[in-house]
């Protein structure tokens, strides 16, 4: 991939629908209770610091993707062995919401099509436009955005129109305190969306002006922990706490209930057009982070691995769970078990490496 073709409204748009993707659609959870959105909002911030931990990397090596300086920092063995982790990293989360985006479409549409249909044609689509550039992802991220908040917009019009909200159902707020807010932020809401933004550091240096990416990711954490919060407020109000909490993808319901006049109804189109518009550019930047990650360490063209990685994602994405339960069971325990490795703990390793190579590279000019 060519780099620096990526302008800062660009990247902004494609850091924006990474967020929102299949977390406007998907339960992310609902442990903070009715407070939840404010969970959300506390994420955001604290998304923000996490993130300008992960620019410090990139203002650091600004040409650079993840897997390359990390072996810089860490050395060739272990710098090797952490951008491998992190490749398989991203396939597996990219895999995820492969497997999400085709689960949704199969509930709502596609009852009787099987799994791997579903599958296949989604990595076709989004392995033609990675083929295309990265460049030609981020502009079409420009103008798909634009039309997600159309869509945002009008679907709230026509809550409000239908008279689905019901404010009663979001009180009292803080019933229960702070602590269950507190929980909500450590064991859901932090890392997913905020957390995967760690996907950028493969993806920053494609920016034109690359010393600007933490400026422009933590507007974005901002704007999508906004619509995010806003998003559960809405889910919480319509359908209440309970069934909310339980349905595999609340908003989906929320829209069901728009209804005026027996004249506007089943409009949750809307809502599954969102999905694959938001789930597809998740899985190309996932995608696209691990072809970036795999060309730099194996010294392979990222053209020739589309189509095996391509083939490896489908695989993965239509075994790695018997049902939509066991699938959701699998998300909780890697929320637990995998992402803090890769979203905590491998970031603040290579930032104290490349503090200390920072240390050793001024003493050395002295």
Same mark, same amino acid.
């Given at each position: ?33 009715? =407070? ?42 272990? #710098? ?12 597996? !989360? ?5 497997? =999400? ?89 932090? !890392? ?50 309970? !069934?909310?909490? #339980? ?20 409009? =949750? !189109? ?28 194996? $010294? ?8 095996? +990685?391509?083939? +490896? ?49 001024? $003493?050395?000019?002295?």
């Amino acid at each position: 991939m060519n780099k620096n073709q990526i302008s800062s409204g660009q990247m902004l748009s494609l850091m924006v629908m990474f967020q929102i993707g299949t977390a406007i659609v998907i339960n992310l959870g609902y442990s903070a209770g009715r =407070d939840t959105w404010i969970s959300v909002l506390i994420c955001m911030f604290l998304g923000a610091g996490l993130f300008w931990g992960y620019s410090y990397l990139a203002k650091q090596f600004p040409r650079m993707p993840l897997t390359e300086y990390s072996r810089k920092v860490l050395g060739k063995y272990l #710098g090797s062995v952490v951008g491998f982790l992190y490749i398989v990293y991203f396939l597996y !989360i990219g895999c995820r919401n492969l497997r =999400d985006g085709a689960n949704l479409i199969n509930i709502s549409s596609l009852n009787n099509t099987p799994m791997v249909i579903t599958t296949t044609f989604m990595m076709i689509c989004v392995s033609y436009v990675v083929y295309l550039g990265f460049e030609v992802i981020a502009r079409t991220a420009v103008l798909l955005l634009g039309f997600l908040f159309f869509v945002g917009v009008l679907s709230n019009i026509l809550l409000l129109s239908s008279n689905a909200i019901q404010l009663d159902l979001i009180l009292p707020i803080l019933e229960d305190g702070i602590k269950p807010v507190l929980n909500g932020v450590l064991n859901e809401n932090l !890392i997913v969306p905020f957390g995967e933004m760690v996907c950028f550091l493969m993806l920053l240096p494609y920016m034109r002006r690359p010393e600007k990416g933490g400026y422009i990711g933590i507007l974005a954490i901002i704007v999508g922990g906004l619509i995010l919060s806003q998003t559960m407020f809405i889910n919480i109000a319509c359908l209440g706490l309970n !069934i909310a909490k #339980g349905s595999p993808f609340p908003l989906l319901s929320t829209i069901s209930l728009v209804e005026i006049s027996e004249f506007v109804q089943r409009v =949750d !189109i809307l809502v599954v057009m969102s999905l694959i518009i938001g789930d597809f550019f998740r899985i190309s930047l996932y995608f696209s982070a691990a072809l970036i990650g795999a060309s730099d360490l194996f $010294g392979v063209p990222y053209r020739k691995l589309i189509l095996p +990685i391509a083939f +490896i994602m489908n695989v993965w994405a239509t075994g790695m769970a018997r049902n939509f339960i066991y699938h959701l069971e699998y998300g909780r325990l890697a929320l637990l078990y995998v992402h803090p490795l890769f979203v905590f703990y491998f970031p603040l390793l290579l930032l104290g490496a490349a503090w200390i190579h920072k240390r050793r590279k001024r $003493g050395a000019r002295v």
